[in-house]
Structure formats: C-alpha cells, structure tokens
C-alpha cells in the first residue's frame, strides 16, 4: 500500500516529500528491545546514517522490526525505516527472507550513490538476515542480550 | 576550530565560515547552494535562500558517463538566478563531498566565483542555525557560458596511464580496504561497478576524511601539510592526480590541495576506480 501510494507521486519534488513525511512517523528503537549503548551486531555494514535494526517475534510469531538511526541527517535511513516497518512488520519470516533490495531503487530511484544505495540495501539486508536467522532457529526462543521483558513478544537475535 | 583566516591557508578565496554566510543571507550577489548526498536533505531543511544543485541531475550528462555541456551549465546557472559575476557558495553533507564535487564542476566552466562553506549542512545545523524548506526561486538569469573546458583540473585515463607511466604522483582518496584491494564490494552486494581491486601504481593513500575535522571543517594548513607533504611527500610543484571511486571523494581532496595547501596542478580523475578497475591490461598494484 505504501509503495503504491509513492507511485502516485507526480514528479520528483512531490515524491522526495512523500518520502519526508514517512521520514517524520520514525520513532527509534523503543527501550524494551534496546538501549544505548546499542550492540554493533545490529549496525547496519555501510550505513554511513548508522542505522541499526532489531526484529521481535510477537505473540502471533510474525515479526516486527524496530530501528535506530544515529546521524541526525539520516533522514533517507528514517524514512526506509519507516517503510520496512510499515510493510513488512506482520509479515512471515519466510516472505521477509525473499524482501529483494531493489526495493530501494522504487522507493527512491536509481540516481542514488553507491554509498547511499549501499546503506539502504544494507538495511535491506539485516531485515533479510534477521528473518533467515528465525527460520533458521525453528523458533525464536532466545532473548536478544541487553533486552528486557517486554510483554508482547520476544526479540530475535 | 579556530577562524578561517587564522588557519594558515595559502588563499581564503574559497572558503566561508558559516558565520560569514549567517551574515550574508541577503547579499543579492551571492547564490547559496545545497548540494547533498542524500536526496532527501535539502526539501528537508536548508540554508534561507538556497538553492539545490543535485549531483546527478543536475551536474551528469543525461545519457553519458561525463558531466552536463554548456548548455546544460547555462540551464543550470539560469535556473538558480546566476550570473557570471555571483557567487555561489556552495555546501552540503558528507563534509562537502558533494560541494566539492559541485564546486570542482564549475571551475569546468570557469565559474571561478564558487566557495564552499566550511563545515557544510551538519555544522550549520548543529550550531543551531536557521532551516527552512520552503524552496527558493529566483528570476531566471541570462548567464553565459564558455565552452566547458576539461584541461585545467580533470583528467581521462590514457593521461592517467601516462602520468603513471612517467612517475608523478597520485593520490588514492578511498579507505585503506579499498586501496588494498581488500573491498570491492559489502558482502552481499555483488556489483560495486569495478571487476579488479588495487590501486593505480605508486598511488598514495591518503582516505580524503583526514582532511576533515570530526565537525566537517577543514583541517589547518599545518595539519594538511603534515599529511600531504610530511607524510607523504607531495610537494606544491608536483603535477598530481587525485582519484576515489566515481571522483567525488577526491574532489574533497582535489579542494585541499589546490585551495588550502596552494598546490600548483592537481587535476581529479573523475573516472576513479569504477573505471581504472574495470580496464584491460592497466597496471594495478596489490600489496
């Protein structure tokens, strides 16, 4: 739904909008899945925004995705946080592994950098990996270290 | 930081504190100009006034791998209100990568009324400074371009090739990693556009952000000396090309050295890795 709804973006100002107004519904990581200092094992590799990302098994054994972005001007990696959030929270850990990284490339064009691509798709990528590492554990059983109870789910490691 | 003028620089005409630009928002002969990275900065917030000038499209030739023409310069200076007599100060983020980048594009048009902000969107931000995102418009101006003029401060693989081949000095403004070799792309991102990693022979590497301080400014004279030519022996007569992986990071260090340090004939190779990488039969060198 949200990426048809960018679809609907008449050029390239009123599209770089949209993006800006998904940008601002970011909300970071909340504290029951992580607090700073958070661990490196879930920075984002190449995101120079430095994004990190968490996934949490809910009681409904989908998952849903939490993130941090630490550079203030990392309104691109807020805004791609915001659309894996959106779209793919709730979905099942086995569509979530098949997400393909040109997902960047519709959301924001093909005339980005190699190191913006790059931190976007590693996004991306961590989503990916998160999921594949669910199916992997048959069940997310285990708590990520530094997370406390939080009532609604666990998180994945 | 200490002030600009107290940094030693061989020339200041190139550069603006954001003190300085605070002060001139509304000199009707200055043009501010955002040029980021990021897509989605400038709509976000900018300086008052500013204008963007974005890296692809509106300093890339459309369809080839080369910078836009004159007439595509022309379109872009009418369309930010320009004449040849403003100056266009110009700022961004990534340390000014893409200033610089943008700044290095009009020397190609002898625009030779360009600063950059030192510091670029992140200090001007972090000092609390004013953004606003409405868009600025100015009446199309009837600028005048010459002929693009590639000789000066680009150059093309084959004076590479020959530059190499007589000894004279490069400098390899990519990441330790990138220069060894050791990265040609993040795992799981199969193509980052070169098939061979290296560096072109005799190439120094000097990753451009050492020329920064950790607020995006510019270093002081001293400091950059005592990289570029204490540590690695570039002397300000020396012939030296500057080259990264697309050519906007070694615009930052091109910036430095031709404007701070004074050097005399720094030319960028804009082809950088993504070409000199994917060569038949060039030399490259792995440690």
Redesign the interface.
């Known amino acids: 739904m949200l990426l048809e709804y960018l679809d609907l973006a008449g050029d ?2 009123e599209r ?2 949209m ?2 107004d998904i ?1 601002s519904r970011f909300r970071s990581v909340p504290d029951f899945i992580a607090t700073r200092p958070f661990p490196k094992s879930h920075l984002t ?2 995101c ?1 925004s430095e994004a990190y990302v968490w996934c949490q098994e809910l009681p409904s054994q989908a998952l849903k995705f939490h993130f941090a972005v630490e550079n ?5 990696a807020k ?1 791609m946080a915001v659309i894996l959030d959106e779209t793919l929270s709730g979905e099942s850990a086995s569509s979530l592994a098949q997400v393909p ?1 040109e997902l960047v490339y519709r959301i ?2 093909k ?6 691509s ?1 931190g976007l ?2 996004m991306v ?1 961590m989503v990916q990996s998160c999921a594949k590492r669910y199916l992997a554990s048959g069940k997310a059983d285990r708590r990520l270290e530094g997370s406390r109870e939080a009532g609604s789910g666990s998180a994945v490691p | 930081m200490s002030a600009i003028e107290e940094r030693g620089y061989a020339s200041t005409d190139a550069l603006v504190s954001t003190e300085w630009v605070s002060q001139h928002l509304n000199d009707s002969n200055l043009r501010f100009a955002e040029s980021n990275e990021d897509p989605l900065l400038y709509a976000s917030g900018h300086i008052p006034g500013a204008v963007e000038v974005d890296w692809t499209r509106d300093l890339n030739h459309p369809l080839r791998r080369d910078y836009l023409d004159r007439s595509g310069f022309e379109a872009l200076m009418r369309r930010i209100g320009a004449t040849r007599e403003t100056t266009v100060v110009l700022y961004g983020d990534k340390s000014n990568w893409w200033a610089c980048y943008a700044f290095w594009v009009f020397q190609l048009f002898g625009h030779t009324n360009a600063k950059i902000m030192d510091g670029g969107r992140l200090k001007w931000q972090n000092e609390g400074r004013p953004l606003v995102t409405e868009a600025a418009n100015y009446p199309s101006s009837d600028y005048q371009a010459p002929e693009r003029d590639d000789s000066k401060v680009r150059v093309f693989r084959d004076q590479v090739l020959d530059h190499v081949q007589a000894g004279r000095p490069l400098v390899d403004v990519r990441s330790p990693a990138e220069y060894t070799g050791e990265r040609l792309h993040m795992e799981a991102y199969p193509n980052e556009g070169a098939l061979r990693g290296g560096h072109i022979p005799r190439a120094a590497n000097i990753p451009w952000a050492r020329a920064a301080n950790e607020d995006g400014s510019f270093k002081s004279a001293d400091e950059l000396r005592a990289i570029y030519t204490g540590e690695n022996n570039l002397q300000p007569g020396d012939d030296i090309v500057a080259y990264c992986r697309i050519g906007e990071r070694s615009s930052h260090t091109w910036f430095v050295l031709t404007y701070l340090l004074g050097f005399q004939q720094v030319r960028n190779y804009d082809g950088s890795w993504t070409e000199w990488g994917n060569l038949v039969n060039v030399p490259i060198e792995r440690p």
Do not use: H, T, Y
């Open positions: 390239r100002d770089i909008q993006l800006i940008a590799p190449a120079e203030p001007q990392g309104i691109s805004c990284g924001f064009g005339n980005l950098s190699m190191g913006k790059m798709m590693g990528s």
